[in-house]
């Protein structure tokens, strides 16, 4: 079974490299190489912005959603929390300059901070522009991320350690030592890299909340190269780069971490004893909750204009709804899919090899990627039936990381659990799936399949690369209404687009949406 | 998930091109087409006037149109390509793609002479710099005013690495200042609140109040005094002069429908394109239109001077003075 | 003398079944408590353990009401079957918990630790980690931990049910061993009967949410007037 779980692992990892390499592939032998090469100083210094942005960026939304993802897991029973966890959906799918203007209007130059600092007579709220702004941005887009991921981890552990615990007298500051720290720390390095990694391919929030040319990240220069001065070997060359370093850094990363024996699926968050400060946990939640919620809101105030009803009915919204959402699902149920495949090889194989390079599709730009799919798709004459496969197909692509994200660990778990069994009962193959995985992982399937559909339904950088011959989706929609003056209909869009989200959102599974059944 | 796969199989069938035997494709930039731009008029005139189909295919911008014919190579799916601007003209030459336009530029009213064989203009504007009047008393009267005047009103510029407006504000800098454009940089860097990668972010930012201006074009307020009826935004006029945008279409050597591009690019200097122009587009029009412009346009600011910098000099110098203008505003 | 387990009209709704039990353990007895599954076997151990609170009745362990008493203060240890160790915790501070919880222990915890370690003959397997072990350490270093407690009442929920047969015989002697030496009040939920037969002095048979049978051993076992018993041993009427 082992060997047969490598096998479907190498297929999954030959689909995948050979998705990302044979766009990497076609630009860099296009022949399309520009005048220069871009200069080795400049790289220099944008590579370390690079790091230095998404380190910092990391290291705080993971570091601020642990005593918020552990605020909730004490207070399963906290009203509004599922509603709450459904609303830490939402940023993920926002695309990054909707998710600006709302981090604008709260901490923005004119944002609601300003003027409350203007009516109490204070001294004018510090500007964000610069590092703090493109850092504010990265942990808004990530801590209900890294809550999301966390939670579902420490809601993981089995109802007989929590009576282990109670039987034991275990106390708040044990438990947070012995189960929860543990259990934090063998999930960390895999988010780190994620929102490090999600940080690294930033380009919107970089360049509008950077301030200047400063801030400029390798993902603007590759942008520059693929757009600007049109050298797809050079973007591609960039690229390679890019990936290169991320990687580096996410395997040291990951070498600290000890592999433990993962033991999610299994505890359902309930069995936890009530301990520690209820009050304290209500104020990081309430902390969490309005640094999450008050850019969301600022969004859904702007979206509440005049254009919202007529929106509403207009065909070409409705068209770009569906499209949005049969490329969402399309990709949220073969993401699904590759990513368990992945699983099962890591639960066979060397873990974080797999857990890493489940990873990369965060830092290959996925403009590169289209715009080699693009290139490849004319070249073989195909460019006219395939291109609503291949936005699904790229859409696929960058479901996986986080799709793989949940169920890795998962997959690994139950493997240890059930696998002896399985073998006994000659279970394999679909019927295995059917019968043992499918129903035991039910949670992280759900889990997975949304965070999936919710980054497909946010994409802007494969759809601008194929959209223009009808294929509208609704993050397109807004950024062509954007570039028409029409901002008004953009940010009742962006309204639009929320509530889509919330839509899918509400599927998410309901332990991690907080609902303790007995 | 077999239904949600076959919806996905359907969507690719209907993005097929049509094959009808007159089909002309113009490949343009997605506000060109939309619903409430000019595309959807000039379509029903044009279908009018030759008894064929026109296609529109749509891109994000400009820029993108190039690319987009560029990974194309050989075998374009477009006949002409409409929406490329006068800075992206020595490079869209320089790639071979395009045939001569072969029509008369007399009808062109241009603030320049314009003699591209290649390349026809459709529309122009200057670019400028926007101010929100409710948020600045006392704008800078001049390029220079702007530059000097210190980090009183802070503006929202956009990148020259991915932008077309970028590019343009470096140029205006350049044919200003000259050799001292870096010193130029050094000083405008206290006002620049950010440096977006499109001008679409720095609108946004801009109309959300972050800042009280915006680098823009000329014809941006006309937008706001005839779509929302509000004179709250204006652009400024410099007497050092402005740069121009200007933009044009051009068919390509590889067209299938030659002929019909041919017919589209005289159509595009009458009346029936040129009249969308004004209030579609929201840039003023290169040729005759029927009616007078609206009375809003009276309102603009029409610049006395207009800073023209030949193509071939902007492309041979870009990278030099992107990485002049890093060094200044990174410093 | 008063029974180690007092268990008196005792109510619990568990999903859709009622349940009600009566039931009397003396000091130093060994229970069985068999019965299907979803009878209510361990529903019955988590309300001794005080896991589960009842919704009426009373419970008194050593002579004391239980009521109120948080399970880590009642005079009970338990073992479950599987999650019982503490995944990243080795071998020593598995055990040494059960003695405190700030794992700082003085000369006499230090001595109960290696003493119980070597009751369960895992002396020197102090550094490894629960995944290092087979399923049968794993449990070992449970009852170890349960010998460091120092509770007179050993509760255990189906503790050997992932064990094979010999090892799982390995385990019941360990277990009735120390019984004897401890001196202990041993209540084993077990589906099987065997289990029973091998090791304990009583059995409980517990069906539908009710104890419907306790008495020695032979007396269950051997009893043929209860239709439920017979079905559920499997032997013909």
Redesign the interface.
């Given at each position: 079974m082992r060997q047969r779980r490598r096998l479907i692992g190498a297929v999954a990892l030959v689909l995948l490299i050979g998705l990302l390499g044979a766009p990497l592939l076609a630009l860099l032998t296009a022949g399309l190489d520009g005048r220069e090469v871009a200069a080795g100083a400049y790289l220099w210094d944008v590579t370390r912005f690079t790091l230095l942005q998404a380190g910092l960026s990391a290291a705080l939304s993971v570091g601020l959603a642990v005593p918020v993802a552990l605020a909730l897991a004490h207070r399963p029973d906290l009203p509004g929390r599922r509603l709450l966890l459904r609303l830490f959906a939402m940023p993920m799918a926002l695309p990054a300059l909707v998710g600006v203007t709302g981090i604008v209007g709260i901490y923005g130059q004119a944002g609601l901070l300003s003027e409350l600092a203007g009516w109490f007579e204070l001294t004018r709220f510090p500007s964000i522009y610069g590092l703090a702004g493109i850092v504010l941005a990265h942990v808004f887009y990530n801590l209900p991320l890294a809550t999301l991921l966390l939670l579902a981890r420490l809601e993981a552990t089995p109802v007989e350690t929590w009576r282990i615990a109670v039987a034991l007298g275990l106390g708040a500051r044990d438990i947070l030592r012995f189960i929860d720290l543990p259990a934090i720390r063998e999930v960390l390095p895999r988010i780190l890299s994620l929102v490090f990694m999600l940080a690294v391919a930033s380009f919107t929030i970089v360049l509008t909340l950077g301030g200047g040319p400063g801030a400029t990240t390798l993902e603007v220069a590759i942008y520059q190269a693929l757009r600007f001065d049109f050298d797809p070997g050079l973007a591609a060359r960039l690229a390679i780069l890019q990936v290169a370093v991320s990687l580096l850094v996410a395997f040291a990363a990951g070498r600290s971490a000890v592999p433990m024996l993962v033991e999610a699926g299994t505890g359902k968050g309930r069995g936890r004893p009530q301990a520690g400060s209820r009050w304290r946990d209500g104020a990081i939640i309430g902390l969490a909750a309005v640094f999450v919620l008050g850019p969301l809101a600022a969004v859904v105030a702007g979206g509440l204009s005049r254009s919202l009803p007529s929106l509403l009915v207009d065909p070409l919204v409705m068209r770009a709804l569906a499209t949005s959402l049969v490329i969402g699902i399309a990709a949220a149920c073969l993401g699904l899919i590759a990513a368990y495949a992945l699983a099962l090889a890591a639960a066979a194989g060397p873990a974080r090899f797999y857990d890493v390079v489940s990873l990369v599709t965060l830092v290959v730009p996925s403009v590169v990627i289209a715009a080699g799919w693009y290139l490849l798709a004319h070249r073989l004459g195909v460019a006219g039936w395939a291109t609503a496969p291949l936005v699904v197909l790229l859409n696929v692509l960058m479901a996986i990381p986080y799709a793989a994200s949940v169920l890795i660990p998962a997959v690994r778990a139950l493997a240890e659990r059930q696998d002896r069994l399985a073998v006994s009962l000659g279970l394999t193959g679909w019927r295995r799936f059917r019968l043992i995985d499918g129903p035991l992982l039910k949670r992280q399937m759900a889990l997975a399949f949304g965070l999936a559909g919710l980054v497909s339904l946010g994409d802007l950088g494969i759809i601008a690369i194929f959209g223009g011959d009808g294929l509208v989706t609704l993050p397109l929609l807004l950024y062509q209404r954007l570039g028409s003056y029409r901002t008004g209909d953009a940010d009742a869009l962006a309204l639009v687009l929320m509530a889509l989200t919330l839509a899918l959102a509400w599927m998410l599974p309901r332990s991690v949406a907080g609902d303790p059944t007995p | 998930m077999l239904r949600f796969l076959l919806t996905a199989a359907l969507l690719a069938w209907s993005c097929l091109p049509v094959r009808a035997g007159d089909t002309l494709t113009v490949l343009t930039y997605e506000s060109f087409t939309a619903d409430w731009g000019p595309g959807p008029a000039i379509e029903r005139a044009f279908e009018a006037e030759c008894g064929c189909d026109l296609k529109w295919v749509a891109v994000g911008d400009g820029v993108a149109i190039l690319n987009r014919l560029k990974l194309e190579g050989d075998a374009p799916t477009a006949d002409l390509a409409l929406g490329l601007d006068n800075n992206l003209i020595a490079e869209a030459r320089a790639s071979g793609l395009f045939a001569r336009h072969g029509q008369s530029l007399k009808g062109l009213k241009l603030p320049v002479a314009w003699t591209d064989d290649t390349f026809l203009p459709f529309d122009y504007a200057h670019f400028a710099v926007v101010y929100d009047r409710e948020k600045l008393a006392d704008p800078p009267r001049s390029l220079q005013a702007l530059v000097d005047g210190g980090g009183a009103g802070k503006i929202v510029i956009e990148d020259p690495r991915t932008s077309t407006p970028g590019l343009g504000l470096l140029i205006w800098i350049k044919a200003v200042y000259g050799d001292k454009a870096d010193e130029a940089w050094t000083k405008l860097r206290r006002r620049v609140l950010t440096v977006t990668p499109g001008w679409s972010e720095a609108y946004a930012l801009f109309t959300k109040g972050e800042a009280p201006m915006v680098l823009s074009y000329t014809t941006s307020p006309a937008y706001h005094l005839i779509a929302e009826k509000s004179d709250r935004y204006a652009a400024l006029d410099f007497p050092e002069g402005h740069p121009l945008q200007i933009e044009v279409a051009a068919k390509l050597a590889k067209a299938k429908s030659p002929a019909l591009a041919d017919k589209f690019l005289a159509f595009m200097l009458s009346p029936g394109f040129q009249d969308q122009i004004p209030t579609q587009n929201w840039m003023l029009p290169a040729a005759t239109t029927s009616q007078p412009l609206p009375p809003e346009f009276e309102q603009l600011v029409t610049p006395a001077k207009t800073l023209d910098l030949a193509p071939g000099d902007v492309a041979a110098n870009r990278r030099a003075w992107t990485d002049e203008w890093l060094k200044a505003m990174s410093r | 003398m008063t029974p180690a387990i007092q268990i008196k009209d005792v109510r619990f709704r568990y999903?859709d079944m009622d349940m009600r039990f009566d039931l009397e353990v003396a000091a130093g007895r060994f229970l069985a408590v068999i019965g299907p599954s979803g009878a209510g076997k361990s529903t019955l151990l988590?309300l001794i353990?005080?896991?589960e609170v009842p919704l009426g009745g009373e419970i008194a362990l050593m002579g004391r009401p239980a009521a109120g008493v948080?399970?880590?203060?009642r005079p009970?240890?338990?073992v479950?079957?599987?999650?019982?160790l503490?995944?990243?915790?080795d071998v020593w501070a598995n055990v040494a918990?059960?003695r405190a919880?700030?794992l700082k222990l003085d000369a006499a915890g230090e001595e109960a630790v290696r003493k119980a370690l070597a009751r369960v003959g895992l002396l020197g397997f102090e550094r490894r980690r629960?995944?290092e072990l087979s399923g049968g350490e794993r449990q070992r270093v449970a009852l170890a931990r349960c010998l460091v407690r120092e509770r007179p009442i050993l509760l255990l929920d189906e503790p050997f049910a992932a064990l094979g047969p010999a090892l799982r015989r390995d385990m019941l002697e360990l277990l009735t061993a120390l019984w004897r030496e401890q001196k202990l009040t041993v209540v084993l939920v077990s589906h099987d009967p065997d289990d029973a037969r091998r090791a304990a002095t009583d059995v409980a048979f517990v069906h539908a949410g009710r104890i419907l049978r306790h008495g020695s051993v032979h007396q269950v076992l051997d009893a043929t007037d209860l239709p439920e018993l017979t079905e559920y041993l499997g032997r013909p009427l």
């Open positions: - | - | 999903e988590n353990a005080g896991f948080s399970p880590s203060e009970v240890t338990i479950f079957q599987e999650h019982n503490f995944p990243h915790l918990l059960g919880t700030h629960p995944k």
